[in-house]
């Protein structure tokens, strides 16, 4: 089936503007994780979901940050009052029950705050 | 808390030729299970191989093969038969049995000359 999906593809946006990222997880895949990439660095964890709960959400930088998931299907990640350091690439994730720690990465989105 | 270090930023082969990428990590855990991903400039984060730590054999899969030390905490990745298209970063990952989020080194990038 298709693979995780997230949109936009790219984003910009000015500093001080909300934004929101969307991740559409593979079909069936209970678990859904957000992480942020900054250039030329390795992917931070943001938040998981397990269904439509998050139980850990220690990623998340600041509460400019938020995101929620509607049942085992679409996540959405928003940032409130962009700021510049914001700028990164935001990859989405998921996971089958039964293969839980194997992750499947969507393309990602490309923000850019200017 | 779990480290992933991998200590060469950039690494150059020549077509057909083998390259080996390293990977340490740090961890108190004694279940857990390491990834390798690929990520061309597409930024589609691709799984490359795993490993769980209880298992003793090295995963291979085709070209790809890995080096697993659990008493070094060492997990290197060899890719033979270097072909243009494994021109992309490379990056190591970990995570503990039944966790939610990877742990990422800072990626390697591999250049393929033709």
């Known amino acids: 089936g298709a693979g995780v999906s997230q949109s936009p593809s790219n984003k910009v946006t000015e500093k001080g503007k909300d934004v929101e990222l969307r991740c559409d997880p593979i079909s069936g895949h209970t678990a859904l994780y957000w992480y942020r990439q900054r250039l030329g660095q390795g992917l931070e964890f943001l938040i998981y979901f397990q269904g439509n709960s998050a139980p850990d959400k220690s990623g998340l930088p600041s509460d400019r940050f938020s995101a929620e998931r509607t049942g085992e299907s679409v996540s959405t990640l928003t940032i409130q009052r962009t700021q510049q350091e914001d700028s990164a690439v935001y990859l989405c994730?998921?996971?089958?029950?039964?293969?839980?720690?194997?992750?499947?990465f969507g393309p990602g989105t490309r923000l850019l705050v200017l | 808390a779990q480290t992933v270090t991998q200590s060469q930023p950039e690494m150059s082969v020549q077509e057909a030729e083998t390259v080996t990428l390293s990977c340490t990590y740090d961890?108190?855990?004694?279940?857990?299970?390491l990834f390798w991903y690929k990520q061309p400039p597409s930024r589609q984060m691709i799984l490359v191989i795993r490993q769980e730590a209880y298992k003793q054999q090295n995963a291979t899969e085709n070209r790809f093969s890995v080096n697993f030390q659990k008493a070094a905490k060492s997990f290197s990745l060899k890719i033979s038969d270097s072909q243009l298209g494994d021109a992309a970063m490379y990056f190591c990952a970990y995570i503990k049995a039944a966790g939610n989020k990877l742990t990422f080194g800072g990626g390697t990038r591999v250049l393929v000359k033709p």
């Open positions: 961890t108190s855990e004694s279940d857990y299970y």
């Open positions: 994730a998921s996971t089958p029950q039964w293969i839980q720690e194997t992750q499947y």
